[in-house]
């Protein structure tokens, strides 16, 4: 299996030239764009999602700020193994007092969303104490490995699909203006892509 790190597309190019039948393995001249919509395609569906779904590959440490004394939301983590959560007590950014594993819990639970698995975690409730709020510098520092454990099968759908209808956008009548926005734009317009990417977007934002 091909691990799929931080910034990686979430198809391969084989995947996307089979989808647009280009069988011929010598034929590579439609390579670079067709990797290049599979980027904008990734990317477009990041920002509709707010959320990465590839892997760090290792843990490292990023600041948050709680903005409720019980939950912290962090980004996306796919493992408590290696999870450090550290507390910035004296306000100087040095992050000195890494808090006992017994006074948070990772959230969701199990990793299970809606009966599925497989999900990260990116909420961390407070036990049998609070988080700090109202901090001038951000005062929790956690480190984890950043990401999921696996690409959803429907995201790299969704983004097969993406990044088909942005590789023929080069050969309409408006050429490739727009190329990057477009795959932003599409990931949420196109139906079929929404439908299999908006039931992983955190915060999704309600279209009337």
């Known amino acids: 299996m091909v691990k799929i790190t931080l910034g990686d597309s979430y198809a391969t190019l084989a995947e996307l030239r089979a989808r647009v039948k280009i069988t011929d393995a010598s034929f590579t001249a439609e390579d670079a764009r067709l990797t290049s919509a599979l980027a904008v395609a990734s990317r477009g569906i990041e920002k509709v999602c707010n959320r990465q779904f590839n892997d760090a590959g290792s843990t490292s440490a990023r600041e948050f700020e709680p903005c409720h004394d019980k939950w912290l939301e962090v980004d996306d983590f796919s493992t408590t193994t290696g ?30 969303v809606d009966g599925e698995s497989g999900w990260p975690f990116w909420k961390l409730k407070a036990v049998n104490t609070c988080w700090p709020v109202y901090w001038q510098l ?41 190329y990057s926005q477009f795959g932003i734009v599409r990931a949420r317009d196109n139906p079929m892509v929404w439908a299999r990417v908006g039931p992983y977007a955190r915060d999704p934002v309600l279209v009337a």
């Open 83 to 112: 999870l450090v959560v550290k507390f910035d007590s004296a306000g100087d950014g040095t992050f000195a007092t890494t808090l006992a594993a017994t006074t948070y819990k990772a959230y969701p639970l199990n990793g299970i």
């Open 138 to 178: 951000p005062p929790i520092q956690v480190t984890a490995r950043w990401g999921w454990t696996a690409v959803p099968a429907a995201v790299k759908e969704g983004c097969l699909i993406l990044a088909e209808e942005v590789y023929k956008l080069a050969d309409s009548p408006f050429g490739v203006g727009g």
